[in-house]
């Protein structure tokens, strides 16, 4: 069971947008509107950040949104900031009651 | 407010078995799925596995069919999760993820469990 794809890297200058692209196949990413972002420092637990696509949890920032094309879904970070700077992993829902994860993306802030 | 508690670290052999507690604070034990998840050094997170505390019913990565056993205690609010026949590959921080309401998501995780297989 292969995990989603993301980009290992992606990086940008504080104040300027970035998005992470997550893609799976129609089994997972692109059958169900269940595709949740988590963002994680270093030697700390994941944080959930997005979930069901483009739901954001309470206390969670609005620079923080979550979109889904087809196989595809995104997390977008605008006005970014030195905080912003941690490993984000996508994690969708895949049939029978099975979950995936992504391969997460390194965001460095210039 | 919501807290998972987990487990110290544990140092194991091939061939061993480890189980891993995860105690639930703060909101109704049985109201919310818990999920398994584990992450090797340096590398990505991994599902593991997902149980219903209202039943003991579970679902498991196919990765872990037949060596990984998650449980429950309703009387003392802690989920177990146990993983057999250990070999190196399988050091990794354990942790326990608390499933949303619709359970598609985590929403709130334990501190993480280090498990070191080593000889």
């Known amino acids: 069971q292969s995990a989603l794809t993301q980009p290992a890297s992606v990086s940008g200058s504080p104040g300027q947008s970035i998005t992470i692209s997550c893609t799976g196949t129609?089994?997972?990413?692109?059958?169900?509107?269940?595709v949740s972002w988590y963002q994680q420092h270093p030697g700390k637990a994941p944080k959930l950040m997005i979930y069901?696509?483009?739901n954001r949890p309470s206390g969670v920032s609005n620079r923080f949104s979550g979109s889904k094309s087809g196989n595809t879904a995104s997390l977008t970070i605008s006005g970014l900031q030195a905080e912003d700077e941690a490993d984000y992993y996508c994690?969708?829902?895949?049939?029978?009651?099975?979950?995936?994860f992504g391969t997460g993306t390194k965001v460095t802030v210039l | 407010q919501v807290q998972l508690v987990q487990s110290g670290a544990e140092v194991k052999k091939p061939g061993a078995s480890v189980k891993v507690s995860c105690k639930a604070y703060?909101?109704?034990?049985?109201?919310?799925?818990m999920h398994w998840v584990r992450q090797a050094p340096g590398q990505g997170l991994e599902w593991m596995g997902i149980?219903?505390?209202?039943?003991?019913?579970?679902s498991y990565a196919q990765k872990f069919q037949g060596r990984l056993i998650m449980t429950r205690d309703t009387s003392t609010s802690t989920f177990y999760m146990e993983l057999s026949s250990l070999r190196s590959e399988d050091t990794a921080v354990y942790y326990c993820?608390?499933?949303?309401?619709?359970?598609?998501?985590?929403?709130?995780w334990g501190q993480g469990t280090m498990l070191t297989v080593s000889s």
């Open positions: 129609s089994s997972d990413v692109g059958g169900y509107n269940y």
């Open positions: 069901d696509v483009s």
């Open positions: 703060g909101y109704t034990f049985t109201s919310y799925y």
């Open positions: 993820a608390r499933a949303t309401t619709t359970t598609t998501a985590f929403d709130f």
């Open positions: 149980i219903n505390p209202s039943d003991g019913s579970t």
């Open positions: 994690s969708s829902y895949r049939s029978s009651n099975t979950y995936v």
